[in-house]
């Protein structure tokens, strides 16, 4: 086996004023976009309205856990070469047991996520269109179109545009969100207390009046379900990393592939100083992308989750069922009606965005998942996977839409999210911790490994979203 060498990174990322490397921040967009859809505008907005600021930590607690589960994949990879999938083949026991185990989990995941994206922003369409009304036929119909325009814009989109669009995307969000939480004048001292300060506090008793089912679950479900769908979960996270190979930073400006881990051991990696000092001027640019995108999260998760708290949690109004987006329209109107074009671009921008951007995130995850287990590994296989990934979760994710209509369990999207944001978003996350651990012991040499604080942190994470995962696949399931 050869000796690992790292090319010379860019200028910009050598120069010690960091601002200069922003322009690295890319991928990161993509998967904050990504993430936005349902977690953001739906289950932030719904947690304000429930428990006002008080669990404001919930939502930073995830995308803490979740940002150093992030760069510390990220990490391995740019160090490695290789996707931490590719090093699991290595774990004692039936070969690739891993791997697949989580892409089966990602790949249940996908239909869910399409359908329950699909029929949030349906319901804001069927809202605006229906003088206030949301219909449930209008909004699986609304739902199944959009689904069929992103599958025809996606089938031949290139990185460069999504990663371009999802840009837009997000500026668009940025800017009209938080105008519409600053203008609702949120209170400052509680929204810093609920994010510092963890508690589980009990449903208020006009929760229990107004909205009886949702008051019959213990409020720790509903906050693993948000600490679940923020921020992303695995279908998102598997895929970002390969981007990495898209951008051509560090090893992958050399190839796109490598098998590194084998039964004999690992690549030497040259130690010299600079070889040292060129991998950490790249994990910059990770830094930059995976720090970048998690900003991003956590400014819309606080601005919508004021505008929960400010303008539904103290007119009694959760969002639910199908209507999971209009209440704060109507009330956004009475502070200016200039708000209302705001929040509607807002929310369009956000959840479509989200929408017309999966399929390509997800075609890189069902290949770099796959990726591990091919003799031949080529890169320009995806194009051809991705069609077959648009055919067949838009097939199943329009099927579960039309199902909801008659059964119960996938009747609106916050039931059909829970499903993948409890596998997908909390317990396959908490293995995936663990699993990069292991990765980063096994294969790196002491001067390229986490050091111990990262490396606390990292399991640390694991732990706890595979304790969360755990709790509620059981409370849901078997409780």
Known sequence: MSTIHYPDPPAQLKDKRWWRSLGFLGPGIIIASVSI?????VFASRGGAIFGYAILWCFTLGILLKGVQM???SRYMMISGEHPMQSWLMLPGPRGWLPMSLLFITVICLPFLLAALSMSVGSVISWMLGDGIVSDLSVRAWA????LVAAVFSWNQSYKRLETTQTIVVAILLVS???????CKPDIAAL????????????EPWVKTAYPKIAQQPPWIELITYIGIIGGGLPAYIGYLGFLRDKQWGLFKEQPIYKNSTAEGFPTIDSSEANRSNIRAWLRAIKIDVGGGFLAIFIFSSAFMALGAVILHTSNLIPDNLELLSHQESFLTALSPSLLILYR???????GGTLFATFDVWTKTVHEGLLPFKKSPDIQSAPALKKWIILSTSIIGIGVIWLGSVWGPLRNPISVVSIP????????CGVWCLGVAWADRRNLPAPYRMNGYLLGALILSGL???FAGSLGIYSKFFG
């Open 37 to 41: 859809g349902n977690g953001e505008t």
């Open 71 to 73: 760069y510390a994949s």
């Open 144 to 147: 199944s179109s959009l689904i």
């Open 177 to 183: 969100v938080l105008i519409a939480a600053i203008a």
């Open 192 to 203: 810093i207390k609920g994010m510092l300060i963890p508690q589980i506090p009990d449903y």
């Open 345 to 351: 671009i807002g929310i369009v921008a956000a959840i």
């Open 421 to 428: 944001a409890l596998l997908g978003g909390t317990f396959g």
């Open 464 to 466: 706890v979203l595979l």
